[in-house]
């Protein structure tokens, strides 16, 4: 476990060929916002398809970052894109590294909704799109 990983394994996974898997609805919230780069961290009540309840998401253009608020609950509209990855390179993560993952996924933001009651009782608005 000492070595460096190998040059052909970082290829494979930079190079996968993502394939659109779909889209969710996930409740959940923001960890974090990186404005610079369009992405949020947000953590799910319920696993995403690879297990994972927290996964770094990118935005769509139509979302704007500044209706968006940190530790507040939201449904979530994501769209979910997978690679899967050779079994030369499964055997190698869990061989070496003891990680089990047989696919790299991409996650992109298109909507949100905010979950919290209103003053009135009523349902939060929809996030708006930016024009």
């Known amino acids: 476990?000492?070595?460096e990983f190998p040059k052909w394994a970082a290829e494979e996974i930079s190079k996968a060929k993502l394939v659109e898997a779909g889209s969710?609805?996930?409740?959940?919230?923001?960890?974090?916002?990186?404005?610079?780069?369009?992405k949020i961290d947000a953590q799910f009540y319920d696993q995403l398809p690879e297990g994972r309840h927290i996964v770094t998401l990118e935005l769509d253009q139509?979302?704007?970052?500044?209706s968006l608020k940190m530790a507040t609950n939201y449904m979530f509209?994501?769209?979910?894109?997978?690679?899967?990855?050779s079994e030369k390179l499964v055997k190698l993560?869990?061989?070496?590294?003891?990680?089990?993952?047989?696919?790299v996924h991409r996650y992109i933001l298109t909507g949100l909704e905010?979950?919290?009651?209103g003053a009135e009782g009523a349902p939060a608005q929809p996030i708006e799109e930016e024009e």
């Not at 969710?24 to 919230?29: A, H």
């Not at 139509?62 to 500044?66: A, Q, T, V, W």
């Not at 905010?114 to 009651?117: A, F, R, T, V, Y």
Request: charged fraction near 35%; charge should be negative.
């Open 114 to 117: 905010e979950l919290d009651i």
């Open 77 to 85: 509209d994501v769209m979910v894109y997978k690679a899967s990855l």
């Open 1 to 3: 476990m000492g070595d």
């Open 24 to 38: 969710i609805k996930q409740t959940g919230y923001i960890l974090e916002i990186d404005e610079k780069g369009r």
């Open 93 to 103: 993560l869990w061989e070496n590294y003891k990680v089990k993952m047989d696919s």
């Open 62 to 66: 139509k979302i704007s970052l500044m």
